[in-house]
């Protein structure tokens, strides 16, 4: 099995589950990827965010259902995970462009969306600079952000309410790194402190240092790990983005590596080269092309 049959495998769990409730964190162990990791995965190979492919092969179960059965719109609603037939209806009729109680009228229109499949697809001889590294525990100090992001969405406040001064203090308490000198942006998929929760997720603005954190900052360790570092090359964030999007949809799912439980980082070069450093390990499947 690899990266893509077990994304394979965790859609036929969803697709098992759209009239029920899904566990997306059981999808997710299916995937061999955290919750936020899973979405993520998802929404880069699909174009699309998790929840809208659900709400979407749920609609059109939904109007498959209305069509052929002679069962009432508020049970249809309640079967798909709509709390009342207003509430469906008004997702219907955005879907389908028509109300539910249409849908067996001569002529209507309705769209249909099919189950997923992930499929290695042949784009084309684009390279992709990436080395491996092998890095001794660190420690961490900076600003932290305690997250709740939606299908892989990724947009912390950090960005805007750091200034320069705070840049600059924590300039103060870097040590010398030959590998990740500067700020860092660091993002943990799970969350240590007491927000603890299954959705939660901390990021960080931070320096590699060996001083205890001030009290308005927070401090990490980091375990020993390998890591996969890419380049990204270009225009910012465009070039950012495209490069951490290939590294899903197109080097894990022939790497023969799977993400390992650590942070991701990415690390500013210049205002046109950015490095992105992903946790590693060797797959614990064969790989199968």
Not at 31 to 59: N, Q
Not at 188 to 195: A, Q
Not at 202 to 228: F, G, R, S
């Amino acid at each position: 099995m690899n990266t893509l049959d077990s994304m394979n495998a965790a859609i036929e769990y969803i697709e098992e589950h759209l009239d029920k409730k899904i566990n997306y964190q059981h999808a997710a162990q299916i995937a061999c990827f955290s919750e936020h990791h899973f979405k993520r995965m998802f929404s880069f190979l699909a174009g699309i965010p998790l929840s809208e492919y659900v709400r979407r092969r749920r609609l059109t179960l939904a109007a498959l259902e209305l069509q052929e059965n002679n069962m009432k719109v508020i049970d249809i609603a309640l079967k798909y995970g709509y709390q009342s037939p207003d509430s469906f209806s008004r997702a219907f009729q955005e879907l389908h462009h028509t109300l539910p109680s249409t849908v067996k009228q001569t002529g209507v229109s309705l769209k249909a969306y099919p189950p997923i499949s992930f499929q290695i697809s042949i784009k084309g001889d684009v390279e992709m600079k990436y080395r491996f590294v092998e890095k001794d525990a660190f420690h961490i100090v900076g600003h932290k952000e305690v997250m709740y992001p939606e299908d892989g969405d990724f947009n912390p406040t950090l960005w805007n309410t750091l200034t320069d001064a705070d840049y600059a203090k924590l300039g103060t308490l870097e040590r010398e790194d030959p590998n990740l000198s500067g700020i860092l942006n660091i993002t943990v998929n799970t969350c240590h402190g007491p927000e603890q929760s299954e959705e939660a997720l901390e990021y960080y603005i931070a320096v590699v240092t060996n001083q205890t954190a001030p009290d308005h900052l927070a401090a990490l360790e980091i375990p020993k790990q390998q890591w996969a570092v890419f380049d990204a090359e270009g225009e910012m964030p465009h070039a950012l983005t495209s490069t951490w999007s290939r590294i899903y949809t197109d080097w894990f799912p022939t790497s023969g590596y799977e993400l390992a439980e650590a942070p991701e980082i990415v690390k500013s070069i210049h205002d046109m080269k950015t490095e992105i450093w992903i946790p590693v390990q060797k797959s614990k499947f064969a790989f199968i092309f």
